[in-house]
């Protein structure tokens, strides 16, 4: 019986590296907060993960309201358009990227939420920690397998 | 490995945060920094912050850049007293446009939005040192 590394881990190692992804764009937002017009980004986790496990039937569902387009979430302002292409091994292409929809708008045309963020990026951390969890058990299960001990 | 970035963005964060509070700084010392000449007083410094987007292929880097220090354009207080040994000829004197309710109001933000930058940092570098445990 052959068995492959990546299928005996399943969906752990993308959902790994999407929820790293996903923090790096949180800790951007945050980084941000008194940028005057910076739009405030992330992406829909669990749309990514069903792409980046290859299964894009699953229906977006998001806690947070997010818009594809910067024009929805703030209309008269410009910002970078988040263009690009997942040429460099990323598995957030610009279709996954997403503008956060604002609940107020602000003076200085920004869309950052400091408490939304917050609590986005702790949510987001324990998920990782979560993930990291279930691939060291399913890695430690492996090496008992091997040495039988 | 693109965790490294965080520590980039956050710390891009912090070093902004930090110019914001020396700016807050100067003009609270210098609030009452009186001069004769309307046009040689100590004006109110802000800084102005702009976010870099990272190259088309990288679509998650948004560091902050401080991309210069702005003064304020608003007349300069002007007092009466002729006892001062720099008061012009009116007996006037010219104290700095610096609100300092406002600058303290100021300095909690950017301490705030600091310690913000700090946790990321800490939570971040927790989860890269789990991440190298993975399996152990």
Known sequence: MRTSLDSYLGIHPQALSLEAQR???????????????????????????????????AAPSSALPLSPSNSAAQSGTSAAAATGGSGNGSAIDAASLKYRVPMAPSLGGKTVDEQLEQSAFAEN????????????????????AITGS | MSSFKIFDIAGSGMSAQSVRLNTVASNLANADSVSGDPNNVYRAKHPVFQAVMGSPGDLSTAKVNVTGIAQSQAAPETRCDPGNPLADAQGNVYAPNVNVVEEMADMISASRSYQNNVEV???SRDMLLATLKLGQ
């Open chain 1, 23 to 57: 923090n790096e764009l949180l800790a951007a937002n945050l980084a941000n907060v008194d940028t005057p017009n910076y739009k405030a980004r992330d992406i829909d986790f669990q749309s990514a993960l069903a792409t980046a496990s290859g299964n894009s039937a």
């Open chain 1, 125 to 144: 951390s324990v998920r990782y920690q979560a993930t990291l969890t279930l691939l060291n058990s399913a890695l430690r299960n492996l090496m008992t």
């Open chain 2, 121 to 123: 940092l800490n939570t």
